[in-house]
């Protein structure tokens, strides 16, 4: 009896020809561009070093495209965002020590956002593994201890024939459910010395499915058709999982209101009956959320952001669908479902019995004027006039990026994604100056589509070097920077805990003359003019930067 795990493919005559004829001046750095592409890399991300130039030297051999950011950190956020945009491993390479260290804060973002980046970084020479002192250049006792409790999977190679088999099994792991970034790291030597390995023609760049158990998803559909009051939370797994389409038929199926976290904004439509849209962090939404009889949540943890700052107490039955085995129940009891969500909402798809209930749109709207109403009591016109601005700018089809600045705050409940992958932050680790390389490397993605970043002043500090990355490669990314002269937020934080604010004033550049001296264009635009300026820009070739100064302020916040 034949199993077809016992069924191997067999090799082409071309392959063949190629494994006993390799051609000559290969080595290890030969066989990682040979194997990324084998599994279907077209482009990667990174910045050289001593000990990784013989992976960039076989680049040069090789059909794979090149993009070269100034920082370690931003080549890591603009791999994150290219994973995010086209689903697929983003080869990111990195030398050793401070290198691979710099782009720690970039892989922590991909991990708590599931964007799967495919981390290559050169080693120390294999002579001095083991955590012995040698007193290399970049030495660390041990490099792969650095980036255990961030990425999914490290793996470390030691010869060269482990290379192939190494990058295989990351790429898969990166691309497993939850996606998510990834380690692998080779010594300096592997990579230089010449190599008698066959020329890596083929890969299984297939991954592992993470299907729902049917007897789960049977208890799951039983209870959403027999509520009275069902309501979703939708969450970054509906987007990474390319699962919008289906949340769409199950909620209409069910007649349930739909509520998406900031990382899930997009996966259902904003002015859909049923769409309580993002007012996630809004007591009105949490009381309603904690009405429901039958709580589905989908691609979500729950998290501090998702649960209003862990003021969420759902009294009804919850059922609980993610990839992340950690996450399942970590913050609520549930029915718990260790699955990828579109393969779960397909199962309950199939199994649900449609609901009737004419009033679930009804309860949505009234939900979303007590938003609306608490709002407006605060007289904060300016910060959704410019919210509305930039929403009337940006093309349909277009992806934003968003840092950690006030607007984004503001955008995580109140923008209108206008689809789904289409609005992504850096919320998930919350670091500093992740909008603008992000956005590079959405832009190289997917050139059809003008690409918006925001940052704040402080953040945007963190990434000015990458203006000579957007010029270099004539890339079309917009970045709109809202100066207000410091760290706005923490300024808002510590005046209301503490009456005034410490360290958060800045001294900053003039942004246009600073862009324009990268050959980049740009303008200082205002409130009133914030919409046509950044239309302007977008619809321009090429990069630019819009600086609009303005000091904002967040709206009341309802957990305290």
Known sequence: MTHDHDLVLRPTEAQISAALN?????????????????????????????????MFDALRRSDLRYIGLRVENNAGFAADAYGRITGEAAPLLLSTGPGALTSLAALQEAA????????????????????????????????????????????????????????????????????????????????????????????????EELPPRPELTAVAADLLSRAERP?????????????????????????????????????????????????????????????????????????????????????????????????????HPALGIHADARLALQALLETVSPREDTQAPDRVREVLARVSERIAAQELTLEQDLLASV??????????????????????SAFDAKGSNLFHSAQGAGGLGYGFPAALGAAVADPSHPVLAVSGDGGALYSIAELATARQYDLNVTWLIVDDGGYGILREYMTDAFGQATATELSRPDYVALAESFGVPGVRTTPETLSDDLAKALASPGPSVVVLPAVLRMFAPTHL
Do not use: C
Not at 31 to 40: M, S
Not at 249 to 259: M, Y
Not at 402 to 410: E, G, N, P, R, S
């Open 22 to 54: 390799p051609p000559p001046g290969r080595n290890g750095g030969d066989l990682v561009v040979e194997t990324l592409a084998a599994l279907g890399a077209t482009t990667v991300f990174g910045l050289p070093g001593q000990h990784a130039l013989g």
């Open 112 to 207: 708590a956002a599931s964007a799967p980046v495919l981390a290559i970084s050169s080693q120390i020479p294999t002579a001095g593994l083991g955590g012995g002192r040698h007193g290399y250049l970049h030495e660390l006792p041990d490099q792969s201890a650095s980036f255990r409790g961030v990425v999914k999977s490290v793996h470390t190679v030691r010869t060269q024939s482990q290379i192939p088999s190494a990058i295989e099994a990351a790429w898969k792991s990166a691309l497993t459910a939850p996606h998510g970034p990834v380690w692998v790291e080779i010594p300096q030597d592997v990579l230089l010395a010449e190599t008698s390995v066959p020329v890596v023609t083929g890969g299984d760049a297939f991954p």
């Open 231 to 331: 309501a979703i939370i939708a969450g970054g797994g509906v987007v990474r999982s390319d699962a919008a389409g289906k949340l769409r038929q199950l909620a209409e199926a069910l007649q349930a209101p739909v509520v998406t976290t900031p990382g899930g904004k997009g996966a259902f439509p904003w002015r859909h009956p049923l769409s309580l849209r993002s007012w996630i962090e809004d007591r009105h939404t949490t009381d309603f959320l904690e009405d429901a009889d039958v709580l589905l949540v989908v691609g979500s943890g729950l998290g501090e952001l998702s649960s209003n700052y862990h003021t969420f107490k759902p009294r009804g039955r919850m059922i609980q669908i993610e990839a992340d085995l950690g996450k399942l129940e970590s913050n």
């Open 391 to 412: 929403r009337q700018a940006l093309p349909a089809g277009s992806p934003s990026f968003w840092d950690m600045t006030i607007l984004a705050y503001w955008a995580w």
